[in-house]
């Protein structure tokens, strides 16, 4: 980020080519929900210290990893934000 707290021309062409080539990997729309969700982990990713668009998508790829690892087949449902809570 610049001093004024902004990104860069730079900085934004790491993020936007990060968030663009792990969509097209996966095939997921990145105008989606799903590429929005990728969009805002890439961003976080970014502020932790990651500034290419390789560390960012192994950033994302590592935690997309670790979740689907905590995942037991059998389980109920945990429901998403486009779910609808019960109650």
């Given at each position: 980020m610049t001093t004024s707290g902004a990104f860069d021309v730079t900085q934004l062409n790491s993020l936007r080519d990060a968030h663009l080539d792990w969509c097209a990997a996966n095939s997921v729309d990145p105008?989606?929900?799903l590429g929005g969700e990728a969009a805002t982990y890439l961003?976080?990713?970014?502020?932790?210290g990651s500034r290419s668009a390789d560390q960012m998508i192994a950033a994302l790829d590592q935690f997309i990893e670790e979740r689907a690892n905590r995942v037991q087949l059998g389980?109920?449902?945990i429901p998403s934000t486009s779910d609808r809570l019960p109650g």
């Amino acid at each position: 980020m610049t001093t004024s707290g902004a990104f860069d021309v730079t900085q934004l062409n790491s993020l936007r080519d990060a968030h663009l080539d792990w969509c097209a990997a996966n095939s997921v729309d990145p105008k989606s929900e799903l590429g929005g969700e990728a969009a805002t982990y890439l961003l976080q990713a970014f502020n932790a210290g990651s500034r290419s668009a390789d560390q960012m998508i192994a950033a994302l790829d590592q935690f997309i990893e670790e979740r689907a690892n905590r995942v037991q087949l059998g389980s109920s449902v945990i429901p998403s934000t486009s779910d609808r809570l019960p109650g």
